[in-house]
């Protein structure tokens, strides 16, 4: 079964410092998400993307954060400078059509010192 | 603005009892409704979702969810508990927007007890 793959699992970074997060999601999928999860919280929205666009962003995306598609199958969040706030796990989602299920990856756990 | 609500923080049931976990939504239309499973260190992991048609749907692991319009509701059941599905429990909505992003409850922790 296809599945959404993130890399790394974990990344640790100081304080300031631009990381990058990878997602390749599902093949022929063409919605994808970025989510978060600071630890204990609930899962948070960062932004959606679509034909090359950003179709949504929360209020946490700001412009500290992009996205992009640099190819036909990886797709990245960057944080410029990160905070220490910007610690938690890091969610990729895609889908294939707007009414279908968001498929997750197992996620990137970022700690920023 | 779409919204979940998850009363239950962390419910504890012996193994082979039933379960039942709430989840209320806010949406000004029919949403989309899935709820996730997320063991400790790991992603999430569909259990069912609710889009349109029969109100009762069906889940993996023995899951169950029914949909009621009338009280925002779409409630997590399973008939008898196994250790193996303590977890954390998200409910989530979906707008039905071309690009629609997920939101989510704030979860619930289920500890099986032998």
């Known amino acids: 079964e296809p599945e959404v793959t993130q890399t790394p699992s974990h990344q640790v970074t100081q304080m300031g410092q631009e990381v990058i997060l990878r997602c390749v999601p599902i093949?022929?999928?063409?919605?994808f998400y970025w989510y978060r999860q600071i630890l204990g919280q609930k899962v948070e929205f960062l932004v959606s993307?679509?034909?090359?666009?950003?179709?949504?962003k929360s209020e946490i995306f700001d412009d500290q954060f992009s996205v992009e598609r640099p190819d036909g199958s990886n797709f990245t969040l960057k944080i410029r400078s990160t905070k220490l706030e910007d610690s938690a796990m890091y969610f990729c989602a895609s889908r294939l059509r707007p009414v279908d299920t968001q498929y997750f990856g197992p996620g990137t756990r970022l700690t920023v010192l | 603005a779409q919204s979940v609500t998850q009363p239950d923080i962390h419910i504890t049931v012996s193994e082979g009892a039933s379960l039942e976990l709430r989840c209320n939504y806010s949406?000004?239309?029919?949403?989309?409704l899935f709820w996730y499973v997320q063991s400790p260190g790991q992603g999430l992991q569909l259990l069912l979702k609710?889009?349109?048609?029969?109100?009762l749907v069906q889940g993996i692991k023995g899951f169950e969810a029914e949909f009621k319009r009338s009280q925002s509701s779409f409630n997590l059941r399973k008939p008898s508990v196994h250790w193996s599905d303590a977890a954390e429990y998200f409910c989530a909505v979906g707008a039905t927007g071309t690009a629609s992003k997920l939101t989510f409850g704030t979860g619930t922790r289920l500890q099986v007890t032998l």
């Open positions: 949406y000004g239309a029919t949403p989309y």
């Open positions: 609710y889009f349109s048609g029969d109100t």
């Open positions: 993307f679509y034909n090359n666009e950003i179709s949504e």
């Open positions: 093949s022929n999928h063409l919605y």
